[in-house]
């Protein structure tokens, strides 16, 4: 397999160092800036922010109603996460369902995340499918918002948010590099440099590179993945901030597995394959290519107040060549045939424009101080899918299972043809505010008034392939209160309605109405060790009522319909507790520790969606030994409960366990050593939508160097 010699140039260093809380994230570039500098806004807004958690208002998670947990971008390198899946997959209640090897779904709290954002702002991802990785190098963080997402967006479900914090120009003129080589041939550079503009500080800049190239441990698999990020803010007159940013990312993967492992045997007995193997065939591929524009502009008013403008822009392209291998009875014959192939191929593209405009700032009343955000945003997203006939080789059998990557002739294929189209708006007013009632209680409420419109194709491809939809008009509203029990301590509540519109059909072909429910959720958070350290404790509860939920496969209809997926609304609710303890332990050491527990019933009260994890642990703990300074140790994992799917594969119980070793070996350079899955544990996941075996024992060794 041909692989590209890696190129490289790019810019821009490691960020801010965060503070020791999960809750703040001001730097300490301030700190080192000349005093000169101090009066320019844009150091004010690059030295402080903070994370509007839940609600929008720039509050500290400690003073936010629900659960937020974050991984910095020390834990990414650290742990060696250069994929934002992986990232994902160590945080305290996220399940990553990489049911494929260029899909996979998120869950939290029993149910899919379908809201996926950059710096706050995003739509639903399509039934909660996300399609390649983001590389972690261009972001300072990653924040895990878990329950309703409403007031975010307008439209949501009880399960939470993932928010991509970008890298943002710093006031000082610094770089970083590193390079790492691992198993499987991984080849893997990246550049990060920022740049003072003007003598005053008032402007910046920074350029980013990462570019990845490996082969898997799954048969014939290979990634490339080139990921290029450039943002300039500066000042505006004298209370004005502007920020200009594009992000381009080409993503090329040969062999991709499309659609995942049967094991299940007609005897009743489930197969156990090599880690390495796979359905795919060395004539396909899945590329992918982004491009992402924003412009945002700040302005302090009078009093403390501030107007914010951000237009966001994203162009994906889609090319595929592909083979799915299934068995129409859904199981395997004793012997491991029973195999037969589908290929596909097709041309897609995606945009997205988001335009957002708001108003937050302090006001008193009643003798106090409170805080108020209202706002306005219009976010549009089209889809254009093209498929290429098959016009040979449909419904081959396939030999017995493993089998290689040369066993299914590439068909030929017609003329590129129009398969789905389809558009969605959304519009949106909201408003949050939080109100001091008294100096240790205060209230959070909001309100979102949404009006959604779609029309065209099931992003699916079902059979309602040009359904006009009712335009959906809905508010829903958002309320939560927080108490100081003590200066290190507060308890808190909030309760929202939850609103999503769903995609899936019905046997009929007809659209399903949209998931209606309400999320409670209460809970306390303390700070320990001169709140060096935060810890959370949750208990949630939630209902979803018609929630989309797959039923089987149409039939005897003699129509179109016939071989497509049906859904059927049910009504779900989940309760749980969550706990997480998250921050330094002293000067040298840092720890993440996270834990959650489940129960998931459907309309009949029994379990429902087993494959969903009961009870899930994350761990990250690192340190640098006394006796050796230089040196830094960390291990952190995941353990899960057992999961099965009706029908289809279990898993019991298992955990996977992480390690790094870094030994600095100047001031500028840190040699690391990272071994994942430390305990070769063999395990299958992605059981929401099939199998995939997770990864051996593997590891990576990464210079980092400082410039």
């Not at 965060?18 to 500098?37: H, I, K, N, V, W």
């Not at 878990?146 to 949501?156: E, H, I, K, M």
């Not at 939560?480 to 059909?505: C, H, K, R």
Request: glycine share 10%; hydrophobic share 35%; aromatic share 8%.
């Amino acid at each position: 397999m041909t692989r590209p010699k890696l190129l490289l140039t790019a810019c821009a260093l490691a960020a801010a160092s965060f503070t020791a809380q999960a809750q703040t994230s001001t730097s300490s570039d301030e700190a080192a800036q000349p005093a000169s500098l101090q009066t320019v806004v844009v150091n004010g807004k690059r030295a402080n922010r903070v994370s509007r958690g839940a609600t929008g208002l720039p509050m500290d998670v400690k003073e936010t109603p629900q659960t937020i947990s974050s991984i910095d971008r020390e834990d990414m390198a650290n742990f060696g996460l250069t994929g934002s899946n992986e990232a994902l997959s160590l945080a305290t209640g996220i399940n990553v369902e990489q049911y494929e090897t260029n899909r996979a779904t998120f869950n939290a709290r029993g149910f899919e995340i379908q809201l996926t954002q950059v710096d706050g702002l995003g739509m639903t991802n399509s039934w909660g499918t996300v399609v390649g990785r983001e590389d972690t190098f261009l972001f300072d963080r990653i924040e895990l918002i878990r329950g309703a997402n409403g007031l975010l967006t307008g439209v949501g479900n009880a399960s939470g948010t993932i928010n991509y914090i970008r890298k943002r120009p710093l006031n000082q003129d610094v770089g970083a590099f590193n390079v790492t080589l691992g198993a499987w041939e991984q080849k893997r550079a990246a550049l990060d440099v920022n740049k003072v503009l003007t003598e005053d500080g008032a402007w910046a800049g920074r350029l980013i590179v990462a570019h990845e190239d490996k082969d898997s441990y799954l048969r014939d698999l290979h990634d490339q993945r080139t990921s290029v990020y450039g943002v300039v803010d500066g000042q505006i007159g004298s209370r004005g901030v502007l920020t200009v940013g594009v992000t381009a990312v080409d993503s090329k993967q040969d062999s991709p597995m499309w659609g995942s492992l049967t094991l299940r045997r007609a005897d009743g007995t489930q197969a156990d394959f090599p880690a390495g193997a796979s359905t795919s065939q060395r004539w396909t591929y899945w590329n992918t290519r982004s491009y992402n524009a924003f412009v945002e502009y700040t302005h302090q008013l009078a009093d403390g107040w501030e107007g914010k403008l951000t237009y966001n822009t994203r162009h994906g392209d889609e090319s595929t060549r592909l083979l799915y291998a299934y068995s129409p009875t859904g199981m395997l014959n004793a012997d491991n045939t029973g195999l037969i192939g589908w290929p596909y191929r097709s041309e897609g593209d995606t945009d997205h424009r988001v335009l957002d405009a708001n108003l937050s700032g302090d006001f008193q009343a009643f003798g106090r101080q409170h805080r108020l955000l209202v706002g306005v945003s219009q976010s549009r997203e089209t889809t254009a899918v093209d498929t290429f006939p098959v016009q040979n080789h449909m419904g081959d059998a396939l030999p017995a299972f493993p089998y290689g990557g040369d066993v299914y002739t590439e068909p030929t294929w017609g003329a590129r043809e129009p398969s789905t189209r389809g558009e969605q708006q959304l519009t949106r007013v909201y408003a949050a505010s939080q109100i001091s009632l008294t100096d240790d209680l205060k209230g959070i409420v909001g309100v979102n008034a949404v009006r959604l419109s779609r029309n065209g194709a099931s992003i699916y491809g079902n059979a309602a392939t040009h359904t006009v939809y009712p335009d959906t008009r809905e508010v829903s509203p958002y309320v939560g209160l927080t108490y100081a029990l003590s200066p290190a301590v507060t308890g808190y509540v909030s309760y929202s309605d939850i609103f999503q519109n769903q995609d899936q059909t019905d046997t009929k072909g007809a659209y399903l109405a949209p998931m209606k429910g309400v999320n409670a959720e209460v809970g306390v958070k303390a700070e320990w060790l001169n709140r060096a350290l935060l810890t959370t404790l949750a208990v949630f509860t939630a209902k979803q009522q018609g929630l989309a939920t797959y039923g089987g496969v149409i039939t005897g209809t003699g129509t179109s319909l016939d071989g497509q997926s049906w859904y059927e609304g049910k009504d779900v609710k989940s309760r749980g507790v969550e706990a997480e303890a998250t921050g330094r332990l002293g000067k040298d050491a840092k720890l993440t520790l996270g834990y959650t527990h489940l129960r998931l019933t459907g309309p009949d009260g029994q379990d429902i969606y087993e494959w969903v994890p009961r009870n899930t642990v994350n761990f990250r703990v690192d340190s640098r030994l006394p006796v050796l300074p230089g040196l830094r140790l960390g291990l952190g994992g995941r353990w899960q409960s057992a999961v099965s799917k009706a029908g289809g594969p279990k898993q019991v119980g298992y955990l996977v366990a992480n390690a790094f070793a870094a030994y600095d070996l100047s001031p500028a350079a840190t040699l690391r050593l990272n071994v994942n899955n430390l305990f070769d544990k063999k395990y299958v996941g992605g059981l929401a939508y099939g199998a995939i075996a997770g990864a051996p024992r593997h590891a990576s060794v990464t210079l980092d160097y400082k410039l």
